[in-house]
């Protein structure tokens, strides 16, 4: 054998970035599981962050994104087909999250007749999407779609009744197969159509009912969905026109009969990330649905879904930023530049600081919004439910692409190079700001909330007002956010001014009761007092980088 290329020793590089635990390593996400009310599942998520961090587990999640799900229209002699074929690698990934129950276990409770929800089911479960999605973030939409479709099939007793059990079963069944035969099922939405996603009403896919219509009752769907991802799930909710205006429907894949429903898939797009995870263009040719709900209530029906998949955007955003930082202080950490650690340089010991700090404020933020869902009977956390949904969604998911790029330069050259993670958490990071509500759609439900329940913001302000005391930057900050509330005038101008500061506040007033005090004060002294900034790594020259940085990824 040649031994041409072993010439030379490869030195100064780091090891790869795996074999980690990614809930034993990660203080700010333990610490935010136990605050929040998931604690009793630390043995489980310690478990499984040792699974979602392995090399195997790793391995898996970059094959499914080499080998991009394949859409085959037809078979070889011509006959409609509809099928997407996975590479294997990612039905692994699949498994690991069906097993864990992260498609279903914030509703484990309905198994029982009766039973009450599971105290911090949504904060566990929460706590497992983050690491999952960190493993690899494509599997991560029908997981998070199952999940969420079960308030809004609720709406429909006798359509939940058939279905819910087979979503709670923690099997994943890759079979393309009627559900009544497979050992466990998925689901996903079909809402956005050509000529719009975010004004669902403007949908112009029509249903007609096949009978006498009515709640429950078969209707025919005819139309199109531009993106409808996941398309091997079950069944899907879709948005479509009935005579009595838009509406919900459930639209499985097989009829009951045991023939395929007539979902007719047209392409699947070239996505810039998410390529593990297909997202189809579809025709519904007289496809067979059944009504969730009344005619005319869809978006009321579906919002119930879209407000858990906000929850996710967060937390799964939360998860990736998480990652990003992780890997760029590993890197740092056996990188030597001029004799010394880049991790000990103090411009770099400033930035990796800079990114720790944002992490850690997106992982707070979205786990105070997880345990607001396992709390819906307190008035306190169904206001910060609904005010600070669409503010920590914006915010988290905003922070995320920039704290990518940053993180990537962190690695140098290595940072751009497709075999590196840097290149596809990049790629990635800006998908969940886009769907289940863009940015200034999450600032016009904020201002929704403003307009229409003023007395949710009191309450959440309350809250804020208590938290700030003592606290010279917060108190200031606090009396600007008020300030923002108090000019109706420009309000509808100011949605994305009020979206940031209240996140701010929020993730300030957290950090200061809960997180190391080099982390807050940090926090809060380089994002609540004014001081200008446009990129990471300023204003940090006082503050004990190497503190938070440790904290960020312990030794
Ligand atoms: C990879 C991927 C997978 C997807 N999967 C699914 C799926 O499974 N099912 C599904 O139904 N959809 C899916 N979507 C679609 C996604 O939810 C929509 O793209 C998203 O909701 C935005 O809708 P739109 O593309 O029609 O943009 P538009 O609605 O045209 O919005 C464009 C921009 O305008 C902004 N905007 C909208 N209204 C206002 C306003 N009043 N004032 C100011 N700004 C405004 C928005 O914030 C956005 O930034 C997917 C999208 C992607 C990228």
């Given at each position: 054998m040649s031994d041409a290329y072993a010439t030379?020793?490869?030195?100064?590089?780091?090891?790869?970035?795996?074999?980690?635990?990614?809930?034993?390593?990660?203080?700010?996400?333990?610490?935010?599981?136990?605050?929040?009310?998931?604690?009793?599942?630390?043995?489980?998520?310690?478990?499984?962050g040792g699974i979602c961090g392995s090399a195997e587990a790793l391995q898996c999640a970059?094959?499914?994104?080499?080998?991009?799900?394949?859409?085959?229209?037809?078979?070889?002699?011509?006959?409609?087909?509809?099928?997407?074929?996975?590479?294997p690698a990612y039905h692994e990934c699949m498994e690991i999250s069906v097993k864990e129950g992260l498609h279903c276990s914030a509703w484990g409770h309905l198994?029982?007749?009766?039973?009450?929800?599971?105290?911090?089911?949504?904060?566990?479960?929460?706590?497992?999407?983050?690491?999952?999605?960190?493993?690899?973030?494509?599997?991560?939409?029908?997981?998070?779609?199952?999940?969420?479709?079960?308030?809004?099939?609720?709406?429909?007793?006798?359509?939940?009744?058939?279905?819910?059990?087979?979503?709670?079963?923690?099997?994943?069944?890759?079979?393309?197969?009627?559900?009544?035969?497979k050992r466990g099922v998925t689901l996903g939405m079909g809402m956005t159509e050509k000529q719009g996603g975010t004004d669902v009403r403007a949908n112009t896919t029509s249903a007609q009912p096949a009978g006498s219509g009515g709640p429950g009752a078969e209707y025919l769907i005819t139309g199109h969905k531009w993106f409808m991802s996941a398309p091997m799930c079950d069944a899907f909710l879709v948005l479509a026109q009935a005579p009595g205006g838009i509406s919900c429907f459930l639209m499985p894949r097989f009829l009951p009969d045991g023939t395929v429903n007539a979902l007719c898939f047209q392409r699947l797009k070239e996505k810039l990330g998410n390529r593990s995870n297909a997202s189809s263009e579809v025709e519904f040719q007289a496809a067979h649905a059944w009504l969730v709900g009344e005619e005319g209530r869809g978006v009321a029906t579906i919002i119930e879904m879209v407000t858990c998949t906000r929850l996710d955007c967060a937390v799964g955003s939360a998860g990736l930023m998480r990652l990003t930082l992780a890997n760029a202080i590993h890197h740092c950490r056996h990188r030597s530049v001029f004799q010394r650690h880049l991790v000990d340089q103090p411009l770099m010991a400033q930035v990796l600081a800079d990114l720790a700090l944002d992490v850690?404020?997106?992982?707070?933020?979205?786990?105070?919004?997880?345990?607001?869902?396992?709390?819906?009977?307190?008035?306190?956390?169904?206001?910060?439910?609904?005010?600070?949904?669409?503010?920590?969604?914006?915010?988290?998911?905003k922070m995320g692409p920039a704290l990518a790029y940053e993180a990537m330069e962190c690695l140098g050259g290595n940072g751009y190079v497709e075999e590196g993670l840097a290149a596809r958490l990049y790629r990635e990071l800006p998908l969940n700001a886009i769907w289940e509500g863009s940015g200034n759609v999450m600032a016009l439900d904020l201002l929704r909330v403003l307009q229409r329940e003023p007395e949710t913001v009191e309450i959440v302000m309350d809250d804020l007002s208590q938290a700030v005391s003592g606290d010279a930057h917060l108190e200031r900050h606090l009396a600007r956010v008020q300030g923002l509330l108090h000019v109706p005038r420009l309000l509808d101008r100011r949605g994305r001014d009020l979206a940031e500061a209240l996140a701010l506040l929020a993730a300030g007033t957290i950090l200061r009761a809960h997180a190391p005090t080099a982390v807050a004060d940090a926090f809060i002294a380089t994002r609540l007092s004014g001081a200008p900034r446009q990129t990471y790594g300023q204003g940090l020259d006082w503050?004990?980088?190497?503190?938070?940085?440790?904290?960020?990824l312990p030794i």
């Open positions: 030379h020793e490869v030195f100064n590089q780091s090891p790869p970035f795996e074999d980690v635990n990614l809930f034993a390593s990660d203080p700010a996400l333990m610490e935010a599981v136990s605050r929040e009310g998931g604690g009793h599942a630390a043995k489980r998520l310690t478990a499984f970059r094959l499914a994104n080499e080998n991009p799900p394949r859409l085959r229209p037809f078979d070889s002699k011509g006959r409609r087909l509809d099928v997407v074929e996975f590479h198994a029982k007749p009766g039973a009450q929800p599971l105290p911090g089911a949504n904060v566990a479960r929460s706590a497992g999407t983050y690491m999952a999605i960190q493993m690899e973030a494509g599997h991560q939409c029908p997981i998070t779609m199952t999940n969420a479709a079960v308030p809004a099939l609720l709406v429909e007793p006798e359509l939940a009744k058939w279905w819910v059990p087979k979503i709670l079963a923690r099997e994943y069944d890759q079979a393309f197969k009627p559900a009544a035969a850690e404020a997106a992982t707070a933020l979205s786990f105070r919004l997880a345990r607001s869902f396992d709390r819906v009977a307190d008035t306190h956390a169904a206001a910060w439910r609904r005010l600070m949904t669409p503010v920590t969604k914006y915010w988290v998911c503050a004990d980088t190497r503190a938070i940085v440790d904290r960020a």
